[in-house]
């Protein structure tokens, strides 16, 4: 039976990549796409599916608009990506995370409520979890504690907890994924495999952490979508599922698939120091959502790295206009302040 679907951070890198997968796998369903087109969001995201869905320009946190737009569209559920990202940018502005993250996430939870939309699901991160020591042979189960150390990923923690508020105490049907990094397509210049390609093609150092021997987990943002999917036709309300790969890879592996794609030289690769918080490995225990909802990955880390240098060596036009709007330099941290000396004044 065909329904409507609200995408939030629908102009973003994994929600925009959800609404073009949603379209081609259930074609019959009417999708509301909301963004507030902050600096990481792109409406041109969407250009392959623009005339198929609603596009409402609003921000999660106007409790009132969220629950116009829902009740106008007869919305049945809601998946989340909406959330300010990254790090090092949370370091830097740590209010403006909180905000978005946590009260925002809270006044769509509300706004849905209100509107009577049946379903929520929450986004969230593997980074939740605080890390890994780098020769742990442990990984993040669905039950493990929540230990962040960064603004980023306390504002995800507290945007968690107010979904599982909302399920228990005002019965809406949510449910919460982890996932680990992701990979592929539109993910804004900014990010670690997107800023390595774009700053490789043209002639720039690669920054990598002095930690870059840290491990990362890293999924395809189209088997990431398909978990989406799986959780939201048959997963229990109340429950949270991790979404991993197990497929790990330092900053220096990442570093050099780019440079062997590209065909460029190791010494583009340039050491910065850490941001504050740095965790030195993430990695998820996703037995759970391969054992009750039957999904597993399907495309491989590599594969799907080299595909995703190939895409944005083939989009410069993309990518290029975006970069003007980068709003961090991973460049040395004072620890007194926390602020990256080039932002001194």
Known sequence: MARTIAVTGAAGFIGGNFVRYWRSVHPEDGVVAIDALTHTGNVRNLDEVRAEIVFVQRDIADEEEMTRVLRAHAVDAVVNFAAETPNSLAVLEPARFFRTNVLGTQALLEACRRAGVG???????CEVYGGLAQDSADSFT????????TPYSASKAGADHAVRCYQHAFGLAATISNCAGNHGPYQFPEKVLPLFVTNALAGLPLPMYASSGGKREWISVTDHCRAIDLILARGTAGETYHVGSGAEATIEELADLVLDELGLPGTLKTPVSDHPGHDPRHLLDSTMIRRTLGWAPEVAFERGVRETIRWYRGNR??????????RIAEEPWRRRDRVPISRRR
Do not use: D, G, I, N
Not at 142 to 149: A, G, K, M, T, V
Not at 319 to 325: D, G, R, T
């Open 119 to 125: 379903r929520f699901h929450q986004v969230s991160t």
């Open 142 to 149: 669905e039950s493990s504690p929540y230990l962040p150390r």
């Open 317 to 326: 036009a993309w990518w290029e206009p975006l970069l003007a709007h980068r």
